[in-house]
Structures are given as structure tokens and as C-alpha cells.
């Protein structure tokens, strides 16, 4: 077994799973509007200056979402090159992808 490959997919499940757990949060606290309309950016910035606390859980979540999905794509990629022998691997690393890019389409 591939102890590095099957490490880095506990890690990015439990990365996944926070997202949600996130996500959750944001529609519970009604923090949707957190950060504007002005996404990647939050109000325009980087970063944001003395935020309130919707921005806080809003911009975590953009955060953490976006490195979890960077995870994902590397998951992807690594799956396909170690487990190309698998048959399955070539179209669960396509559709994992593809969720990540278009999720909110």
C-alpha cells in the first residue's frame, strides 16, 4: 500500500469534512453576506481589516475551502500517477476534479 498516498487522503477527508462542518456554520449564523459580493476578496481586500464576526466565519471558510480544494486537485493528480493500474482511479480523479471546479455552478 501507498502509506504516503493513503495519509494525504485521511488528511484531505478530514480537510473536506471541516468544509462542511464550515459551511454549516455560515448558513446557520447567516454569514453568506460576510464578505460582500466581492469574492475572491473579502469587501475588496486581501484580507480583511477589524472584521465582524460574520466576515470572520465567512473568510475562514473561503479559506480553508480553497485549501482543501487545492488538496483535493493534488489528491487527484497523485491517485491517477500511483494508481493508474486501478481502473477506477482514472474516472473517480476526473469526477473529483470536476466537483472541486464547478461546485458552485
Do not use: Y
Amino acid at each position: 500500500m501507498h502509506k504516503g498516498l493513503k495519509r494525504f487522503g485521511v488528511i484531505t477527508s478530514l480537510g473536506v469534512l471541516l468544509v462542511l462542518i464550515q459551511g454549516a456554520l455560515v448558513t446557520n449564523t447567516g454569514s453568506g453576506e460576510g464578505c460582500g459580493q466581492t469574492w475572491p476578496l473579502c469587501f475588496g481586500q486581501v484580507i480583511p481589516i477589524d472584521p465582524p464576526p460574520e466576515t470572520v466565519i465567512e473568510f475562514s471558510h473561503r479559506l480553508i475551502a480553497g485549501i482543501v480544494g487545492m488538496l483535493v486537485i493534488l489528491m487527484a493528480i497523485w491517485s491517477w500517477r500511483t494508481l493508474k493500474h486501478l481502473p477506477e482511479t482514472k474516472s473517480l480523479s476526473i469526477i473529483s476534479v470536476f466537483m472541486i471546479i464547478f461546485k458552485d455552478c
